[in-house]
């Protein structure tokens, strides 16, 4: 499926490079850097992109290039139609959907609504920010470790991905080359950073740059290589390219285990970010119910 523009009025157009962390407009900005990666990733070969004014969309039936929603912005009025409407797509061909809400989607109640519809909330999860003018660096690191941009994403063939896992399944595959698809696109916004240990990749971030802040994904360790401070420096180096390239502001939404590693760094929480799950097998259910 090739990508098809819906509406063309902007949801989050906020392009200026914010300075100031403190700034109210970085609370936009996690949720606006998360719609922002989600256009990105609607341009993605076999992704059927929905802009419609008040929600961003993905749909696609190949695995690892799943449905997406982001940058809700319903009325009252408007929202158990528009959230019907989005599902009832997704439950004609079975595909299942990550709905993704922050402190910027509408309307307030809109988690209460969702759970109505048959998702379920995966994750609540601190979105957290920093001045890249800030952060702390004096940290250790393994010895010989090292850390590059990656450019070549063949390596995957051979070891595992620190955030997919290994390429044995098609998901898996098309997730790993839809990173670096993404990270292949010019004007280029997206890095992929890993670090490795004798060769082997043992950690991972990706620095994405929208809605004026540097958004950090996929940030992973593999277990054996945990502990050692190797999180840490692949973050700092995905942060540190950001800066280079003029950004102040890093945003993130992290994990329960991540947390306390970002906060050594200097991030801190600025709002909370949920993500919805709509299942395919909640919709066999469903329907085998005659719903």
Aim: net charge positive.
């Amino acid at each position: 499926m090739s990508a098809s523009l819906g509406n063309a009025k902007v949801v989050f157009s906020m392009t200026t490079i914010l300075t100031d962390a403190s700034s109210p407009d970085t609370v936009a900005s996690v949720e606006g850097n998360v719609v922002a990666w989600t256009r990105l990733k609607g341009l993605l070969p076999g992704v059927e992109m929905h802009d419609d004014g008040d929600a961003v969309w993905l749909f696609s039936t190949t695995p690892g290039r799943g449905g997406a929603v982001a940058g809700a912005r319903f009325t009252e009025q408007s929202a158990d139609e528009r959230i019907a409407e989005i599902l009832a797509y997704h439950r004609r061909f079975l595909q299942p959907t990550l709905w993704w809400t922050g402190p910027s989607s509408t309307p307030a109640d809109l988690g209460k609504r969702l759970r109505a519809a048959g998702l379920q909330s995966q994750q609540n999860l601190p979105g957290m920010a920093a001045d890249l003018d800030a952060i702390r660096t004096e940290f250790r690191r393994p010895e010989g470790l090292a850390i590059a941009v990656l450019e070549d994403f063949s390596i995957f063939r051979r070891y595992e991905h620190p955030f997919f896992g290994p390429a044995t399944t098609e998901r898996r595959r098309n997730l790993i080359e839809g990173v670096a698809w993404m990270a292949g696109q010019e004007p280029r916004r997206a890095w992929h950073f890993v670090a490795s240990l004798g060769g082997a990749p043992v950690a991972c971030a990706t620095v994405f740059l929208g809605a004026g802040v540097a958004g950090l994904y996929h940030v992973a360790t593999v277990p054996k290589a945990r502990g050692k401070g190797v999180g840490k420096a692949v973050t700092l180096a995905a942060l540190e390219h950001a800066r280079g390239l003029g950004y102040r502001v890093s945003i993130l939404h992290a994990s329960k285990q991540g947390e306390p590693i970002y906060r050594q760094i200097g991030f801190a929480e600025v709002c909370r970010v949920s993500h919805w799950y709509y299942s395919k097998m909640r919709q066999v259910r469903q329907r085998v119910a005659g719903r």
